[in-house]
């Protein structure tokens, strides 16, 4: 038998051939595991801790690990809801908190793999953690759970996106009224101002068109530039 003769089986798929002692360094990274199906080279597949590579895997001392049903969730779960929290807050405020909101999904995965390795469970490798949805795919196939938690902070992540874009506009909509109102005024001498302004288009990333409405009932067209923390608005002479 070769050296090079080993495959390990992943996501329906047969990666090799590898040496026994690349195989070694995989079951060392947490790639493969115990139950990985692997062909050593000669007869069928079968699980890693029947073969020769298994003697490698050092017996715990102590109680098997928990099974994966009463493995504590509640961290994948924050997750989910931390996505949602964020999109809300930034929906509420204009202001945008990613980066918040980023640290503390780090943070969860951080101590969601601790408490998997406390149940005596392999974790995914600490860098999966700096990307979440590869961490919680994963960690519902070390556990064999189903990917609830998957799915649902790719759902969250996508509301988060959407709530975030409307409080963004919604801000600077605020923002834009009373500089139509001190342009109207100072610029073209009328007395009447802004009442609410709302974007129609936005022709190209921080560039929309809007339309403002006076406090005399008149509604006008503007334009409306985000460059940074400056709201630019322009106002067609009246």
Known sequence: ?????????????????????????????NTINADTQVW???????????????????????????????????????????????????YLSGVS??????????GLCFADERRLKAAGHLAPQSFWALIVPVYLW?????LNQKKHYFYGWMAAFVVSILLASIGGDS?????????????????????TSCIAVTIDDEVKSGFYRASALLDNGNEIDITIEKKGKDILVRVPRQ
């Open 171 to 191: 801000a600077v909509e605020k923002a834009a009224c009373p500089i139509v109102s001190e342009i109207i005024q100072k610029q073209f001498y009328q007395k």
């Open 138 to 142: 994963k960690r519902a196939e070390i």
């Open 97 to 106: 908190i990613w980066w918040a909101v980023l640290g503390l999904n780090i």
């Open 40 to 90: 050593p080279g000669e007869g069928d597949w079968v699980s890693l801790k029947n073969t020769e590579l298994g003697k490698s895997i050092s017996r715990p001392s102590g109680p098997p690990p928990l099974a994966a049903s009463e493995v504590d969730n509640r961290f994948v779960w924050a997750l989910v809801a931390a996505q949602l929290v964020g999109g809300l807050i930034e």
């Open 1 to 29: 038998m070769s050296d090079s003769s080993w495959y390990y089986a992943l996501n329906g798929s047969r990666n090799g051939p590898f040496t026994l002692e690349q195989m070694q360094g995989f079951l060392s990274a």
